[in-house]
C-alpha cells in the first residue's frame, strides 16, 4: 500500500516545514513503527525520525532539539516538523512503515515517493 507524503517545499534557513504522510488503507495504524528518512543524491538514504506504535521516538544526532516526529492514529499519519532548517537538511524525505520497532531501513515494508525539501 503506497504512502502519500506532503508538506515539503522550500524555504530559507533557519525557517520551518511540518511533513506529513497518509498511510490510506492500513488497518491497525496505530500497530505499526513509523519512520522518515532522507536522501540526496549521491548519498545513502539517512533515517531521520522513528515513531513506535507506543509513541517511543528516536532521532538522527544531527536533528534532535530541531525536529519532533509525531502520529494522529485516527488519521492514519505521521507528522515530522523541522525547525531551524539548515542548508545540509536540503534531501528528498521519504516516510516508510514497518511492522515492528525500528529506525533501519531495511524492516521498512512499505514507502512513499518522496517530498523535497530545499533550504537556502
Known amino acids: 500500500v503506497q504512502l502519500v507524503e506532503y508538506g515539503g517545499g522550500s524555504v530559507q534557513a533557519g525557517g520551518s516545514l511540518r511533513l506529513s504522510c497518509e498511510a490510506p488503507g492500513y488497518t491497525h495504524y496505530s500497530s505499526y513503527c513509523m519512520g522518515w528518512f532522507r536522501q540526496v543524491p549521491g548519498k545513502e538514504r539517512e533515517g531521520v525520525a522513528a515513531i513506535d506504535s507506543d509513541g517511543t521516538t528516536t532521532y538522527t544526532d544531527s536533528v534532535k532539539g530541531r525536529a519532533t516526529i509525531s502520529r494522529d492514529n485516527a488519521k492514519n499519519t505521521v507528522y515530522l516538523q523541522m525547525n531551524s532548517l539548515r542548508s545540509e537538511d536540503t534531501a528528498l524525505y521519504y516516510c516508510?512503515?514497518?511492522?515492528?520497532?525500528?529506525?533501519?531501513?531495511?524492516?521498512?515494508?512499505?514507502w512513499g515517493q518522496g517530498t523535497q525539501v530545499t533550504v537556502s
Open positions: 516508510a512503515i514497518a511492522g515492528t520497532w525500528t529506525n533501519e531501513a531495511f524492516k521498512f515494508t512499505s
